[in-house]
């Protein structure tokens, strides 16, 4: 009412936006899109039945996406939980979605709690989703219709919501590192997925949101590079080419399976040089172990 200047009592639905500024917004989240389409189609099958619509909001709080039974359209289409309408805590006061965003975190919004007298007929459970680049890209939300339904069923669904939004995340992650090893670290942060792309030479070039915070990196942006090694603590007392020399040497070997000649035809030397090799740096120094055909 302050800062928003809004009318609890206000009974006009959400603004919709007309269909082509709708269109240049799903567009400019093409990607993001396809990529959740096949959870939002999950957690619809899981919660569909109970009266509840999925809706998939971009940052700004408008309704990008969304699944619901045909029986239930009327009713959430005459709430505004359609495409296009805009649920923001600027234009709606409290509600799941606006205020998922505007804090940040997972929200379950019953009845009442709602800010428009005309949403306090539904229940709403939120969670935000991170793009690769730790900045939200926009909100998972299950809302329902039915009177009947308790705080203790919301929290159930809650938890699936979350966990799908997680998921999206994740896949979204991927997507932006094609080229990339992604490693899952483990991390105490259970509500956010924590995983990391690493290049060729074993270098992090990405981290999620969860992975970001576990390991003390920016919050959100373009990351520092930075060697796996040292983000896991692994250090094999070496430096330098000597360090990346006895990592080369020992990748040969273990894609030959321990065959010398093959893993010294894979490295370009000479099987009695790769021996020599192997004796400085302190690999396999009892021949008889490795195989020698």
């Not at 709690?113 to 539904?122: L, W």
Request: one cysteine or more; a negative charge.
């Amino acid at each position: 009412m302050t800062i928003h200047g809004l009318d609890p009592g206000h009974s006009a639905p959400p603004d919709r936006m007309d269909a082509t500024s709708l269109s240049y917004r799903r567009q400019a989240l093409d990607q993001f899109l396809q990529i959740a389409a096949p959870k939002l189609d999950q957690l619809f099958g899981l919660v569909g039945q109970s009266g509840c619509a999925v809706l998939l909001c971009d940052s700004d709080g408008v309704v990008l996406d969304q699944r619901c039974r045909d029986s239930d359209r009327p009713v959430f289409q005459s709430w505004g939980l359609w495409q296009g309408a805009s649920w923001s805590e600027a234009n709606e006061g409290t509600n799941g979605i606006g205020t998922c965003l505007a804090e940040k975190r997972r929200v379950i919004i019953h009845r009442d709690e709602h800010f428009m007298a005309r949403n306090t007929a539904m229940s709403c459970m939120d969670a935000p989703i991170y793009g690769p680049d730790g900045q939200i890209v926009g909100a998972l939300d299950v809302s329902s219709a039915r009177s009947d339904q308790t705080e203790a069923f919301n929290r159930l669904i809650a938890a699936m919501v979350a966990q799908s939004a997680r998921q999206i995340e994740a896949d979204t992650f991927r997507a932006a590192f094609p080229r990339a090893r992604i490693l899952h670290a483990d991390a105490d942060d259970t509500e956010a997925a924590t995983l990391l792309a690493v290049d060729a030479d074993d270098i992090v070039i990405g981290a999620t949101r969860g992975a970001r915070r576990a390991f003390g990196m920016a919050a959100s942006g373009p990351i520092a590079p930075v060697p796996a090694s040292d983000l896991f603590g692994r250090d094999e007392g070496r430096r330098g080419f000597e360090k990346a020399e006895h990592a080369a040497v020992i990748r040969a070997l273990t894609r030959a399976g321990g065959n010398v000649s093959q893993a010294a035809r894979e490295l370009g030397v000479g099987r009695a040089t790769l021996y020599r090799r192997m004796k400085r740096l302190g690999i396999g120094e009892t021949p008889a172990d490795l195989s020698q055909d």
